[in-house]
């Protein structure tokens, strides 16, 4: 999610015709469905910045937040089958780029990992960092492409042994040079294969991953990054993409479903014989986005072959009553509520 400081005004956008219908999701269509359980990224800021005192871990014998509750039921009630789950490289090093994963930290990360776990979902770790460390950018005068491996190859050894983890290298990298970037991604990837060699990594591009920008700005350097034998196989790359007007995320009214943005997108994977994964989408609790955004399900749904999977943005720590975006499911005694986005677009 991007605030609205931070907007790439160069897209055009270019606006859905209407139509009356409001279609659901493609049951038969992607493999994975989830939702992002946001809390452990709290206070982090798209220069990297991470205020630890803002972090609200969604567990609930910590912030009262019952994260593990809300993916079980949105595993159970809605047929989600992923979770992402953002959280800052500081936080997990304890201030020490390049550092051993604090014990006391990482444990506490790993409840909530585990509890996806013990849902039978797949989980997503996320390092929600927009390239950056503390405003400088990793290997491009911040911490160094080994530092930030290092990160990854510790994380990784954690989870080697579970192929429902996926690693999401870096959340939404922006206003960098690519070439760079790009070298600092093959670097985690390597470093991710000498322990980890089965899993999915998702490969962030530029441009906070949006997903316009993909098949035109980073996605052909990062065609180079490759395992250690020379395949791609599991290698995936991560795209975002929001439905407001400036593509924000930031605002509750939907004004198109970003099928033009996704067309391409689906053309150039299937060239190249690559995938995709959409860890961000979302929209407010309108009728415009729940129109827009099932429009974009249906689509990325009958597109399956090239998108593996949407996580929408966000349940977790969020205040739902408040949060533009919130898809946080409520409960009163034992019933949980879902936002209507879940139910009438998301839902499986
Ligand atoms: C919260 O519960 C988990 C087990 O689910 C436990 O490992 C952890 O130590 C607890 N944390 C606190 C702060 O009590
Ligand atoms: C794992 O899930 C089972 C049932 O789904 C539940 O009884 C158990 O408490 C869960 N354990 C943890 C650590 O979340
Ligand atoms: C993963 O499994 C292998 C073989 O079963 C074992 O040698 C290794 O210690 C395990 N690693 C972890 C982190 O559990
Ligand atoms: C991507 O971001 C760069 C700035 O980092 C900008 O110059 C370029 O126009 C953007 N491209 C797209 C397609 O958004
Ligand atoms: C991978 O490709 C590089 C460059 O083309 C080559 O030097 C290397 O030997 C290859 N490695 C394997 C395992 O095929
Ligand atoms: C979502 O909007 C509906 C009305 O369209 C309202 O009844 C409901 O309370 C809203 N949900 C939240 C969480 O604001
Ligand atoms: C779902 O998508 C597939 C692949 O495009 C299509 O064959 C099928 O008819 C669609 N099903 C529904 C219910 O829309």
Same mark, same amino acid.
């Given at each position: ?50 205020? #630890? ?64 776990? &013990? ?41 080697? &042994?579970?192929?429902?983890? #996926? ?182």
């Amino acid at each position: 999610m991007l605030s609205t400081f931070s907007l790439f005004s160069t897209l055009v956008a270019t606006l859905a015709v209407q139509v009356t219908a409001l279609p659901s999701a493609n049951r038969t269509g992607m493999r994975f469905m989830g939702a992002n359980i946001a809390g452990f990224d709290f206070g982090i800021t798209t220069d990297g910045v991470q205020d #630890l005192a803002s972090m609200t871990p969604p567990l609930s014998n910590v912030s009262g937040i019952d994260g593990a509750g809300q993916m079980r039921h949105f595993v159970q009630t809605d047929g989600f089958n992923i979770f992402r789950l953002p959280v800052g490289w500081k936080y997990l090093v304890n201030g020490t780029p390049g550092g051993k994963l604090d014990a006391a930290n990482f444990a506490e990360y790993n409840t909530l990992v585990q509890s996806c776990l &013990n849902t039978t979902a797949h989980c997503i770790v996320d390092i929600h960092n927009y390239a950056r460390w503390e405003g400088q950018i990793i290997g491009q005068g911040g911490p160094s492409n080994e530092q930030f491996a290092s990160l990854w190859s510790q994380l990784a050894t954690k989870y080697a &042994n579970n192929t429902r983890v #996926l690693f999401g290298i870096m959340n939404e990298p922006h206003d960098l040079d690519v070439a760079a970037w790009v070298d600092t991604v093959q670097a985690v990837v390597t470093a991710i294969r000498m322990v980890a060699p089965k899993q999915t990594i998702l490969l962030p591009g530029s441009n906070y991953t949006s997903a316009g920008a993909m098949s035109t700005v980073a996605g052909p350097l990062l065609m180079d990054v490759k395992n250690p034998d020379n395949t791609t196989t599991g290698l995936v790359f991560d795209v975002h993409q929001y439905l407001d007007y400036d593509y924000s995320g930031t605002h509750t009214t939907c004004v198109t479903n970003a099928i033009d943005t996704y067309t391409p997108l689906a053309a150039w994977l299937r060239a190249n014989g690559r995938q995709a994964f959409t860890t961000e989408t979302g929209g407010g609790n309108t009728s415009s986005c729940v129109q827009y955004v099932c429009e974009l399900m249906k689509f990325l749904n009958a597109n399956s072959d090239v998108f593996i999977g949407t996580v929408a943005w966000a349940a977790g720590s969020f205040d739902p009553s408040t949060y533009e975006l919130s898809v946080v499911p409520t409960r009163v005694g034992s019933t949980w509520t879902d936002a209507e986005l879940v139910t009438s677009c998301l839902k499986r």
